[in-house]
C-alpha cells in the first residue's frame, strides 16, 4: 500500500517556540492530506484539511494562527505549531489518500510533541 | 453530519476467545466504513474497510467485520483473540474515500493469559 511518513517521530520543546512537522506522501502525489490530533487514551479529532495549493481548511475550534499548515507541493504537508505552550503536548497524526489506490487513506505513524 | 459510537471504552477477553468490539455510526449518505488498529506510540494501521458490495469484509490478522444497514452498525470480529491483538481499536466512518474520517472514541482490548 502507499506509505506516508511523518518527521519527526517525537520532539521536545521548551514552551514560546515554534515546532514543524512534516508529512510526505512516499509514492503517490496526494492533493488533499488531513492533520489530526490524538490526546492521551482519546481519540483523533481533525484538525484540518491540507489542500495543494490553497489554505488549508480548519475545524471549528481550531486556530489557524497557532497551527500553521502550508502543502506547498504534491507530496508535501507541514504543520508548525507556533509559540507552543504545554497544552499543544500531543499526539499529532496525518492521513493521505493516493487518488489511483483504493478509496481509504494511509494514516503516518504520528508525531509525539511534548512542551515543557 | 456523521458520527460513530462505539460501545465499551475497554474489552478483556481471554486468550483464544471470541472477540466482538461493536460499532454504530450514522451517516445521511451511504458511508464508508473502517476499523483501525492502533499499538501503543504508533500510528494507525487498517485493518479492514467497507466501501462498496461485499457486506462481510474480512481483514488483516484474523479480523472481518460485516455492515448491517438495518442496524447501522458495522461489528468487528475475530473467532480467536491473540496476546498480539492487545491494542486500541477505532471504528471510522466517511462519506467518500477523499473526505476527513470521523472516528469513533476507541476501544482497548485487553487479552488475558
Known amino acids: 500500500g502507499a506509505v506516508v511518513s511523518q518527521h519527526p517521530s517525537w520532539v521536545i520543546c521548551k514552551s514560546g517556540t515554534s515546532v514543524k512537522i512534516e508529512c510526505r506522501s512516499l509514492?503517490?502525489?496526494?492533493?488533499?492530506m488531513f492533520w489530526y490530533r490524538q490526546f492521551p487514551k482519546q481519540s483523533l479529532m481533525l484538525m484540518a484539511t491540507?489542500?495543494?495549493?490553497?489554505?488549508?481548511?480548519?475545524e471549528q475550534g481550531v486556530e489557524k494562527d497557532k497551527f500553521l499548515i502550508n502543502h506547498a507541493s504534491l507530496t508535501l504537508s507541514t504543520l508548525t505549531v507556533t509559540s507552543a505552550h504545554p497544552e499543544d503536548s500531543s499526539f499529532y497524526i496525518c492521513?493521505?489518500?493516493?487518488?489511483?489506490?483504493?478509496?481509504?487513506?494511509?494514516f503516518g505513524p504520528g508525531t509525539r510533541l511534548t512542551v515543557l | 453530519a456523521q458520527s460513530v459510537t462505539q460501545l465499551g471504552s475497554h474489552v478483556s477477553v481471554s486468550e483464544g476467545a471470541l472477540v466482538l468490539l461493536r460499532c454504530n455510526y450514522s451517516?445521511?449518505?451511504?458511508?464508508?466504513l473502517f476499523w483501525y488498529v492502533q499499538y501503543p506510540n504508533q500510528g494507525l494501521q487498517l485493518l479492514l474497510k467497507?466501501?462498496?458490495?461485499?457486506?462481510l469484509v474480512k481483514g488483516i490478522n484474523g479480523f472481518e467485520a460485516e455492515f448491517k444497514k438495518s442496524e447501522t452498525s458495522f461489528h468487528l470480529t475475530k473467532p480467536s483473540a491473540h496476546m498480539s491483538d492487545a491494542a486500541e481499536y477505532f471504528c471510522?466512518?466517511?462519506?467518500?474515500?477523499?473526505?476527513?474520517?470521523?472516528f469513533g472514541k476507541g476501544t482497548r482490548l485487553s487479552v488475558i493469559a
Open positions: 491540507s489542500n495543494e495549493g490553497s489554505k488549508a481548511t480548519y
Open positions: 467497507y466501501t462498496t458490495g461485499a457486506t
Open positions: 509514492d503517490f502525489q496526494a492533493t488533499t
Open positions: 451517516s445521511s449518505v451511504p458511508p464508508y
Open positions: 492521513s493521505a489518500r493516493d487518488p489511483g489506490g483504493p478509496n481509504e487513506q494511509f
Open positions: 471510522a466512518v466517511s462519506d467518500s474515500g477523499n473526505t476527513p474520517l470521523v
